[in-house]
């Protein structure tokens, strides 16, 4: 991804928000931009400085959660910025009663953050239905054993296996693309879902490629497709993941905007 310059030159905001990259990713079609930043030199006139609206309950919240919340909605305002539906509109992006972001009409989109980097990712609502992104360090070794079976089952641990993952890259890869998949289909069924409604089970490594499958009761629940494709960006000691795409017979979905 090619770097942006952030927008503010102030000596604080240059002590917080790092280096910032933009792109369009070519397998998806959706935008995405990231930035790193450094809680260590967050305070909270940032808000104002960078022109993000500061909620009520970010504002009760700890001040690492303050600045984590802020470099994802600074990064989603770059991201805002490249697409037509809103390139005059109000570049804020809200906070639902559950915390969820609230976009702008005509948008669709996605926030995640982990340690020191944001990201975002974003769509027109002409091109895409649904739009989840989640980024996350390799879990330790120690934690996969823990919460193993809570991810993932044994066959969707073995498919990855299989393919030569370790067990870390393996369970990060399964906990991330279902990470993505609850964001991108939470503004359609408003139901908090867990890693049991989702099972992995194709990977095209070459491809970066996982399909996930809902459950056939939760997909007849709400009328939802059961198949959907997650892309996923193998780092050095992280995984990002996105899923996207458009439902079927959208029209009869009414997708909180």
């Known amino acids: 991804m090619q770097a942006v310059n952030a ?32 809680s260590a030199g967050y305070q909270p006139t940032l808000y104002p400085q960078l022109g993000i609206a500061l909620p009520e309950p970010i504002a009760r919240s700890l001040p690492k959660r303050q600045a984590g919340f802020l470099a994802g909605r600074y990064a989603a305002a770059l991201a805002l910025q ?16 559950q915390r969820n972001p609230l976009w702008p009409s005509g948008v669709v989109g996605s926030i995640s953050h982990v340690g020191s980097v944001a990201v975002c990712a974003v769509s027109r609502r002409l091109d895409m239905d649904y739009l989840g992104i989640d980024v996350e360090v390799l879990i330790p070794t120690r934690v996969c054993r823990e919460i193993a079976t809570i991810v993932a089952t044994r066959r969707e641990r073995e498919l ?62 709400h009328k939802l497709p059961r198949d959907y494709q997650c892309q996923f960006t193998l780092g050095e000691h992280w995984i990002q993941s996105v899923t996207c795409g458009k439902f079927p017979g959208r029209a009869n979905l009414k997708a909180v905007v």
Do not use: M, W
């Open 7 to 38: 927008t503010k030159e102030s000596g604080a905001e240059r002590h917080f928000i790092g280096k910032v990259q933009s792109a369009v990713d070519p397998r998806t079609g959706v935008r995405q931009v990231s930035c790193e930043f450094d």
């Open 160 to 221: 990855l296996s299989d393919q030569g993952l370790s067990e870390r890259v393996a369970l990060t890869l399964i906990y991330s693309a279902k990470e993505s998949l609850f964001k991108a289909l939470y503004p359609s069924v408003r139901d908090y879902f867990g890693f049991e409604v989702a099972e992995a089970v194709e990977l095209r490594l070459e491809e970066q490629s996982l399909v996930l499958r809902l459950t056939e009761r939760f997909a007849d629940k």
């Open 82 to 97: 490249h697409l037509a539906p809103v390139r005059n509109q109000d570049l804020q992006v809200g906070i639902g009663e």
